[in-house]
């Protein structure tokens, strides 16, 4: 598929031939690149409604997202660093951070880049529904400082629960998804800086994340 992913898409029994058509079944499974690890799911079998008035049918079922879903968590494709080279709407700081929670702006008096770090802490749980799929991803966030010298320092680290929509059309010849982020919550987990509201820091966090996360997933 890429370089973090591959797919068995082997015949899992032998083809079923009639007059009208041809049935085959394949095993639809994604691993991780190279590693041909055993997948903590169990297929279920499923079937195709019969229709006939196109040359071709395709049937995905949840099985193959799931796998897909745990071969790319396996690789850390779920796992992202949002810094001021990558940030293309603003640069955040500790100075932005501060000016909305006074325990930031009390810890870091001098102005330093901020560093979001972005990591799934399980496997994203993928479900079909009509016309689209679900996710639900739960992870969390690292909040760093950027010292002049390149080192970073922990502010806080926050728990991310996020659940997003996928829809799936054809265009141009090309499969494309669409991703709507339906719910986006946050949890203070650690903080360097003291407690404070997570309610100050969730619009803005919001903010970036749909900004800087969601582009580069959506027409995937």
Request: net charge negative; glycine share 4%.
């Amino acid at each position: 598929i890429d370089d973090l992913a591959e797919v068995d898409y082997s015949l899992s029994s032998l083809p079923a031939v009639f007059q009208p058509f041809i049935d085959l079944d394949l095993k639809g499974t994604v691993f991780p690149a190279g590693n041909y690890t055993s997948s903590p799911y169990v297929v279920a079998p499923f079937t195709v409604t019969d229709q006939s008035d196109s040359m071709l049918y395709l049937a995905f079922s949840e099985y193959f997202f799931q796998t897909s879903s745990f071969a790319y968590y396996t690789a850390g494709a779920f796992n992202t660093t949002i810094a001021e080279e990558t940030c293309y709407y603003f640069n955040i700081s500790t100075e932005i951070f501060g000016s909305i929670i006074p325990e930031v702006a009390k810890y870091s008096v001098t102005p330093y880049p901020v560093m979001l770090k972005l990591m799934a802490t399980e496997i994203p749980a993928i479900s079909l529904e009509q016309d689209s799929f679900t996710v639900e991803i739960q992870g969390s966030m690292e909040v760093l400082a950027v010292l002049p010298d390149s080192t970073t320092q922990l502010l806080f680290t926050t728990n991310v629960a996020a659940n997003s929509s996928i829809s799936l059309n054809i265009f141009d010849q090309k499969l494309m998804g669409s991703l709507c982020l339906n719910r986006l919550q946050f949890s203070l987990a650690h903080s360097n800086v003291g407690f404070f509201e997570i309610s100050l820091l969730e619009n803005i966090l919001s903010y970036i994340l749909q900004t800087e996360v969601i582009p580069s997933v959506n027409g995937k």
